[in-house]
């Protein structure tokens, strides 16, 4: 019986407009190599300087994650040779990061662990290679982009534990505004270390796993190491302590090359730098940037707004989902909705039409509040609802047409017609119509009620309820249509 032992190094492009150490635009997607400089592309003689909006966001993220932000903080030259690496050396912190000693609770899909987190750094990005063919180019754009590497203990204990840690990670970054998360560009990725050991005999010997792009490849691929492993321990072979790939084409991981030590990286500390000693100042403007997090913010949506978990979930994934949905409730209750029934009837639309519409026109959630169904348009939509002057069915169109035209939903429904009906005597005679036109119906639905058949009888009812809405252009209120159709159907029978 083996026991896993999984920490993850995650490295994060801070959104800052230049880069760490120089004023370099930090964009991605730009023209390869049009945003360097002497600095970023290690000329002999050039001085870096430090971006302080990089420093404050790496602290932020520190606070975030529980570290401990030190009095002092430094920068060492970490010496070695990539082809992206212009100076052979990369500016990083060694033996001071900016956060030390924190952790974080991961919780979802029936898992609950406490993962410490070791530190967090500061650190440049390296350039990028592009292989084609028989050809590398590269592209130093990326040279010298602000990256902040967070770096876990080996607390967790399978791949599906590090996928959960990334997933929560990569919203709590989105959440403070400092990255924006994007996997596939390359501004949140991953290494994975990982051994596995005789239960009760400690860390065994460590295996890496390089540039992990994906939350469901940080997965696969310890799965699938811990499985080598495995099978090589209980061949009675040694492992290796090495750095491999991901081949996400064939599911499994490759040699790319032994594993360094810390010692192999010569660190000695930046002479260009200053140590760096956060004064009280900085230190407010670190936690004046600090917000509810998602965990605890589902935690309160749910029991505030009296939404199940998985609603509370999918509000919170994103931060201006859940303040968009805030606001609608608010406003709703302003409009004089009771809050549970404005709550959980905006959940409901949000989580189904509207995401269906922002699905469907290619809408970025994280851009829901530039919207035309702005907060006040879907709590006065909810309020047409709740009121009877809509029915749910021309709500749906209702929203269609806010979205196409621009237009307030109270402006859309008088334009179109689409009030609801809710005159019991103008009711009657669109059901006498479908009564009179619909008899084989009607006598299928009294035979169901004498043979106690309450499926069919449903199923025969909705349908006379169907006809008649359709008399009526959807504009009847179900209710009293329902109601009236059962008052013919048990006329001179007990129900």
């Not at 492009?13 to 600095?39: M, Q, Y």
């Not at 530039?370 to 169109?397: D, M, V």
Request: charged share 25%.
């Amino acid at each position: 019986m083996y026991q896993t032992f999984i920490g993850l190094e995650v490295h994060i492009h801070l959104l800052t407009k230049t880069k760490v150490f120089c004023g370099c635009r930090s964009a991605f997607g730009d023209e390869p190599n049009t945003n360097i400089c002497p600095v970023c592309m290690g000329y002999p003689g050039v001085m870096p300087a430090l971006n302080i909006e990089a420093m404050r966001m790496g602290c932020l993220v520190a606070r975030a994650l529980n570290c401990r932000i030190p009095e002092k903080t430094w920068f060492e030259r970490k010496q070695y040779f990539y082809p992206d690496m212009p100076k052979n050396y990369q500016i990083s912190q060694f033996a001071s990061p900016l956060g030390q000693e924190g952790w974080v609770n991961i919780d979802g899909g029936g898992m609950n662990r406490k993962v410490r987190i070791r530190e967090c750094h500061l650190e440049e990005d390296a350039g990028k290679m592009i292989h084609t063919g028989t050809v590398s180019l590269l592209d130093y754009n990326r040279a010298g982009v602000s990256l902040l590497e967070i770096v876990t203990e080996p607390d967790m204990e399978s791949g599906e534990e590090a996928e959960l840690f990334v997933q929560q990670l990569r919203r709590t970054v989105r959440y403070l505004g400092v990255c924006d998360g994007n996997m596939e560009e390359g501004s949140l990725r991953a290494d994975a270390n990982v051994s596995i050991n005789t239960a009760g005999k400690g860390l065994g010997r460590k295996v890496e796993i390089k540039n992990l792009n994906s939350s469901r490849f940080i997965k696969l691929g310890l799965n699938y190491e811990i499985k080598r492993q495995a099978a090589m321990l209980d061949a009675g072979k040694t492992i290796i302590q090495e750095t491999r790939l991901w081949n996400e084409n064939r599911d499994e991981t490759a040699p790319m090359r032994t594993k360094e030590n810390a010692q192999d990286y010569r660190y000695f500390p930046e002479p260009d730098l200053p140590v760096f000693a956060p004064d009280a100042a900085f230190l407010r403007s670190v936690d004046a940037g600090l917000v509810e997090l998602p965990l605890p913010r589902a935690a309160r949506v749910k029991a505030e707004y009296y939404l199940n978990d998985e609603q509370a979930g999918l509000i919170c994934e994103e931060k201006a989902v859940a303040d968009y949905y805030e606001s609608a409730v608010s406003i709703a209750c302003e409009l004089g909705l009771e809050q549970k029934d404005a709550a959980v009837r905006i959940a409901n639309r949000l989580l189904s039409d509207v995401k269906h519409i922002l699905s469907r026109d290619k809408i970025d959630a994280a851009d829901i509040g530039s919207i035309k169904l702005t907060p006040r348009r879907l709590a006065e939509l909810t309020a047409l609802i709740a009121r009877g002057t809509t029915s749910n069915k021309n709500a749906k169109q209702t929203l269609e047409a806010v979205f196409s035209e621009d237009k307030d939903p109270a402006q859309i429904v008088k334009e179109r017609g689409w009030e609801q009906i809710n005159d019991p005597a103008v009711i009657s005679e669109a059901v006498k119509k479908v009564w009179g036109s619909e008899a084989k119906t009607v006598e299928d639905a009294r035979a169901a009620i004498e043979a106690g058949n309450q499926k069919k009888l449903k199923s025969l009812t909705a349908y006379l309820v169907g006809k008649t809405l359709a008399c009526t252009g959807g504009r009847a209120a179900p209710e009293i249509v329902g109601q009236q159709l059962d008052a013919l159907l048990y006329e001179g029978r007990k129900k």
